[in-house]
């Protein structure tokens, strides 16, 4: 029986090294190594029988969304960068070890022919597509300020973030059915940017107002539209893209950052029928950073 801990504690924060790696970022060099949720998820049926499409389920948090759909009995279709199919191949490796298909798709989502066919082979796979997750994103540190910022990344950070996401959720609509959901990952960043992070804070404001609005938008088609706004979690992402990662989560009231693992039940919760009265929420998970 699982018992009540501290949530400082329930991931005890080691003193991370110092640490970087070349983009995107990869699962095996990381110290300390990120929980998806492999030893601890247990599933109760919330997602049995439905189609899920997942953005950036390689590794991180699409990792471990992709781990905890396929526990509650949903099959999963998930996007990689072509430079990381070897994450894809342990991403699928956990879903097919919950009896669940695993569709592992290399795909661009800057692009919007890339977004419009992987909705066609989702749909070819599953015939529907019952849960969207706009997870997949881009980040760069530029400590240097807003001259740093190139019009290259820039159109890097927008393109991933908000065009893929906005291509994706309107070629998905046809095919999700009235009690679906589309999900989108925004952040902290949204509410308090870190001006080093300038443009992907951008981003993520975004994402929460076209979240809302487009919740109210599908509400008299039944399509739930929320997203979960998480804090600092350990991620490929981190060591790719920050200078620093010694620091990195400690800004957090918990004085840690999270696991992926700790994040994907608000993404379950969200895809459930238990939350079919929740549409335009941001679930905030920010280990006790106050947001609106």
């Not at 849960?131 to 927008?158: H, K, W, Y």
Request: charged letters at 20%; glycine letters at 8%.
């Amino acid at each position: 029986m699982n018992q009540p801990q501290h949530p400082a504690h329930q991931h005890p924060r080691p003193d991370f090294p110092s640490q970087d790696q070349p983009h995107p970022g990869w699962t095996g060099p990381m110290d300390p190594p990120p929980d998806h949720g492999e030893d601890s998820y247990r599933g109760c049926g919330r997602l049995e029988g439905r189609k899920a499409v997942i953005t950036g389920g390689d590794s991180g948090i699409g990792r471990a969304v992709c781990l905890a759909f396929a526990r509650e009995g949903a099959d999963v279709l998930f996007t990689h960068l072509d430079e990381e199919k070897d994450e894809a191949r342990e991403t699928v490796r956990w879903v097919e070890d919950a009896g669940r298909q695993a569709v592992p798709v290399s795909c661009d989502i800057r692009e919007e022919a890339n977004c419009r066919a992987l909705v066609d082979r989702a749909v070819a796979e599953f015939g529907r597509i019952d849960v969207l997750v706009n997870n997949a994103a881009f980040q760069m540190s530029q400590p240097e300020g807003i001259e740093a910022i190139s019009t290259e990344q820039f159109d890097r950070v927008l393109r991933t973030n908000l065009y893929g996401m906005f291509w994706l959720s309107k070629f998905a609509l046809p095919h999700i059915p009235a009690g679906g959901s589309i999900i989108n990952s925004a952040s902290v960043q949204a509410y308090k940017p870190s001006p080093h992070l300038l443009d992907y804070a951008t981003t993520k404001g975004a994402i929460v107002t076209f979240t809302q609005g487009l919740a109210q938008m599908l509400a008299d088609r039944g399509i739930r539209v929320n997203a979960v706004a998480p804090g600092p979690v350990w991620t490929p992402l981190i060591p790719a893209t920050l200078p620093d990662t010694v620091e990195f989560g400690k800004q957090a009231p918990l004085g840690r950052p999270a696991q992926p693992a700790e994040m994907a039940p608000a993404y379950v919760f969200l895809a459930s029928q238990e939350a079919s009265f929740i549409t335009a929420e941001i679930v905030n998970a920010t280990g006790g950073t106050p947001l609106p």
